[in-house]
């Protein structure tokens, strides 16, 4: 199985709500990243985590680590229609060099 | 500042025939390389990664190869292609060093009919 797994598959919000999705993996890592992919587009960088932080803000954005429970959530605050998209996170194992191991995704629906 | 070009967008193919699909970064040198497939609605799959030219590590056992013929180019080749190598495909590079963020092109839809 994937080294990330994201929880929940599919959201759907109304615009202005937040949303929270959650990203689980399974061994060590150097730092975990999210990445946003509009339909039928390539991924977008959005944010990166290191394994000796908690949290971290990026505009509307806000991703917490938790290194003992192998886990991440990506909230995203005050929604708008333009986050309609597939957010994925991805592991940069220390055991795994260059590569980064990217979940299943969840696909977020903002409806206006 | 860096931009990563793919090509064909679209693409359309018979069964049996030869792919040959091309990545080109600019603006920066010795990247990392990245051929990732994904299945609709589902995560990305790494295919192949190069450190540097003529260095191709493969991830998956599968009907397809790739070549880095320079340092910023990137090719996917199949000599026979099969229904169950279509998806999208996309590159993608990173910096040789310090956290691997990586750096998505558009993707190239494949369909193998």
């Known amino acids: 199985s994937q080294q990330g797994e994201e929880d929940p598959q599919a959201l759907s919000i109304q615009e202005g709500e937040n949303a929270t999705m959650n990203c689980s993996y399974k061994?060590?890592?150097?730092?975990l990243q999210w990445y946003r992919q509009n339909s039928g587009r390539g991924l977008v960088h959005l944010i990166l985590?290191?394994?000796?932080?908690r949290e971290k803000h990026s505009g509307r954005l806000r991703v917490t680590l938790d290194t003992s429970k192998k886990s991440s959530s990506l909230l995203i605050t005050a929604s708008r229609a333009a986050d309609t998209a597939s957010y994925f996170c991805?592991?940069?194992?220390?055991?795994?060099?260059?590569?980064?191991?990217f979940g299943g995704g969840t696909r977020v629906l903002v409806k206006p | 500042s860096q931009t990563i070009h793919q090509w064909p967008a679209t693409l359309v193919q018979p069964v049996g025939s030869p792919l040959s699909l091309e990545c080109t970064v600019e603006?920066?040198?010795?990247?990392?390389l990245y051929w990732y497939r994904q299945a609709a609605g589902r995560g990305l799959q790494l295919l192949f990664y190069?450190?540097?030219?003529?260095?191709i590590s493969s991830e998956v056992p599968q009907n397809l190869s790739a070549s880095r013929p320079q340092d910023r180019q990137f090719i996917l080749s199949s000599k026979k292609l099969l229904l169950s190598d279509s998806g999208f495909y996309l590159c993608?590079?990173?910096?040789?060093?310090?956290?691997?963020?990586?750096?998505f092109g558009p993707g190239t839809r494949l369909t193998v009919t």
């Open positions: 993608a590079w990173s910096s040789g060093t310090g956290d691997y963020e990586q750096y």
């Open positions: 061994t060590s890592i150097n730092n």
């Open positions: 985590i290191r394994s000796n932080e």
């Open positions: 991805a592991t940069d194992a220390r055991a795994a060099g260059n590569k980064l191991t």
């Open positions: 603006g920066t040198s010795n990247p990392n």
């Open positions: 190069s450190v540097g030219i003529g260095q």
